[in-house]
């Protein structure tokens, strides 16, 4: 399936229909979803960055329900997820789609055999890292706060 590129991005007349789409529904949802495609035309990777977050967190603590019922939500993950979806996978997709979209390949088959042969595997490795790294630091939050609330007050007196 290729596709001609025109001036602007290939999608761009599929985003228009959909926005046209969803600008004649329902008010409510309508205004809903057309602020959320101001957000991105004005702010593209804050909102993208913040929507990547709430999904990974949403998805953990859905993921963590489903997966044990009987016990609590494991926070630590949601915290963990939402930090990388904020912080590495909105920003990184933001960018990695439109330099893709610019000068990766005319076809989309071909871009995302690009995308997931190329690109996503390491970015898994470095999920899988960043994931690791964050619950550790997270489960050391409480102790490390302990530790510090007990040296502050030696510490500023004796450097008097």
Same mark, same amino acid.
């Not at 004649?24 to 979803?33: E, F, P, Q, T």
């Given at each position: 399936?290729?596709?001609? =590129?025109?001036?602007?991005?290939?999608?761009? @007349?599929?985003?228009? /229909?959909?926005?046209?789409?969803?600008?004649?529904? $329902?008010?409510? $949802?309508?205004?809903?979803? +057309?602020?959320?495609?101001?957000? *991105?035309?004005?702010?593209?990777?804050? +909102?993208?960055?913040?929507?990547?977050?709430?999904?990974?967190?949403?998805? @953990?603590?859905?993921?963590?329900?489903?997966?044990?019922?009987?016990?609590?939500?494991?926070?630590?993950?949601?915290?963990?997820?939402? *930090?990388?979806g904020g912080i590495l996978n909105g920003p990184i997709s933001h960018y990695?789609?439109?330099? *893709? $979209?610019?000068?990766?390949?005319?076809?989309?088959?071909?871009?995302?055999?690009? $995308?997931?042969?190329?690109?996503?595997?390491?970015?898994?490795? /470095?999920?899988?890292?960043?994931l690791d790294m964050t619950r550790a630091a997270l489960r050391e939050i409480?102790?490390?706060?302990? =530790?510090?609330?007990? +040296?502050?007050?030696?510490? /500023?007196?004796?450097?008097?």
């Amino acid at each position: 399936m290729a596709s001609e =590129r025109s001036s602007g991005s290939p999608h761009d @007349a599929e985003d228009e /229909v959909f926005r046209q789409e969803q600008q004649s529904g $329902d008010d409510n $949802d309508s205004s809903l979803l +057309t602020r959320y495609n101001e957000l *991105l035309d004005e702010y593209p990777v804050r +909102t993208k960055a913040i929507t990547a977050s709430a999904v990974g967190a949403i998805g @953990a603590a859905i993921g963590s329900r489903l997966s044990s019922p009987k016990k609590k939500i494991n926070w630590i993950d949601v915290m963990a997820f939402a *930090l990388h979806g904020g912080i590495l996978n909105g920003p990184i997709s933001h960018y990695w789609f439109e330099w *893709l $979209d610019k000068n990766g390949p005319q076809s989309q088959s071909k871009s995302m055999l690009l $995308d997931q042969l190329v690109v996503q595997p390491p970015l898994l490795v /470095v999920m899988f890292v960043f994931l690791d790294m964050t619950r550790a630091a997270l489960r050391e939050i409480r102790p490390s706060i302990g =530790r510090t609330l007990s +040296t502050v007050g030696p510490t /500023v007196v004796n450097s008097w």
